[in-house]
């Protein structure tokens, strides 16, 4: 691949370990309209995808009528869920403190839910103004318009960006924008669970934790002196 000039890290699943507690809180809320779906169901057709276009396609594929105020209810219990057990990912604030190139936010969370997750896991100051959301693009991933929006926005070359993705629709997005893509297993959500990949989502590389990602990548990395304080 060309030399990297911009990392992209998605969120949930990647920087946050997130994933586990909004699709084991999606099961259960869906299970009260008669929607029985797992894990492996979630990670593979919901996972990466905005709110709006997972309702959407349960209503289309389940046939099952949700009411007006579902989105609004879901969300209001999710953040309250995120304000206690929400963690960052381990080994991820260490890795963006050693990059040696520009680092951006992309996800298919709303600008709310991603506010207050950097808020809760003091991701924040890291990201600052580098936060791109789906809302700033007419299609969501795995379309690869919210990549690209941000390597435009950034200045880089999408044929020179890494991006980190969890999820096989960001893969997707990801492969679509002429991006390197490594796939991240390392969150609670995709602990047991069949991680083979699809042939139009299979990724450069793969990263089961962030603890390896300069033995993998060596040349993204300061040296530990220059490490800033």
Known sequence: MPQTELVIFDCDGVLIDSEVISANMLIAELKGYGVEMDMAFVSRHFLGR???????????????????QFEADYR?????????????????AGVIARLRRPYALATSS????VTQSLRLTGLDALFGRNVFTASMVSRGKPAPDLFLHVAQAMGADPARCLVLEDSLNGVRAGLAAGMEVWRFTGGSHLAGLDLSEPPDATPHGRLASFDDFFAQRPDLGLTHDAVPI
């Not at 905005?50 to 007006?68: C, I, M, N, Q, T």
Request: aromatic share 8%; charged share 30%.
């Open 110 to 113: 709303s600008p709310e839910r």
């Open 50 to 68: 905005s709110y709006p276009a997972v309702l959407k396609e349960v209503r289309e594929h389940f046939g099952v009528h949700l009411p007006d």
């Open 76 to 92: 209001r219990r999710l953040l309250a869920a995120f304000a206690r057990d929400l963690k960052v990912m381990p080994g991820v």
